[in-house]
């Protein structure tokens, strides 16, 4: 067991290694092509050169953290769900997904998820902010220190946040019904 931890921590090592590290990885994967050991019997069997051949595979070819069908933005993967829900239903599947629905912490950022639900025609998308005990908060936990209202309603009669493609966001009832955009960690290691 030891050594299955041991190589996921190589492999997310491998991951977030410099470029300049990765070139060099074919040139180890053909002194190590031949070798076949394998970690003892008691785990699983896994070639000790795992980790240069996901290195040699990464020098190749660019690859995404990201899974099929999301976007990729700084650390985070995000999908534009065009399936309208609850804001509550809406955060559910995004946990089934792995994730929360998106929190925004920078202008850049909204802008990005603007873009998002702009390619999917749609002009309205639940985000993860919600009014809780006199303050807003992201159900993500990160901090709310970045806000972009465009309007702002009662918060404790409209306490879910929406994102509106071409403007700031909003504050709604949670149980009308929005398309919505999940996020999770690019890095799950």
């Known amino acids: 067991m030891k050594t299955i931890v041991l190589l996921s921590l190589l492999l997310c090592a491998a991951s977030a290694a410099p470029a300049e590290d990765k070139l060099a990885a074919p040139e180890v994967e053909d002194k190590m092509k031949n070798q076949e050991e394998l970690v003892p019997k008691d785990s699983v069997p896994v070639p000790m050169n795992a980790q240069v051949v996901e290195q040699a595979a990464a020098a ?10 999301w976007f990729s933005y700084d650390s985070h993967c995000f999908l534009f769900v065009n399936n309208p829900m609850t804001w509550f239903k809406a955060e559910e599947h995004c946990n089934d997904l792995g994730g929360h629905l998106a929190s925004v912490t920078s202008g850049r950022q909204y802008s990005f998820l603007q873009t998002i639900a702009q390619t999917a025609g749609q002009s309205v998308a639940w985000l993860g902010g919600f009014y809780l005990q006199g303050q807003w908060l992201w159900i993500d936990r990160e901090r709310f220190y970045y ?43």
Do not use: D, H
């Not at 190749?60 to 069908?69: D, E, I, K, T, Y």
């Not at 009308?176 to 690019?186: D, M």
């Open 60 to 69: 190749q070819a660019p690859f995404s953290f990201c899974p099929s069908g």
């Open 147 to 189: 806000n972009n209202w465009y309007s702002q309603a009662s918060a404790t009669g409209c306490p879910c946040i929406t994102l509106r493609s071409t403007t700031g966001w909003s504050n709604v009832q949670c149980t009308s019904t929005n398309r919505f955009i999940c996020a999770k960690s690019r890095f799950s290691c």
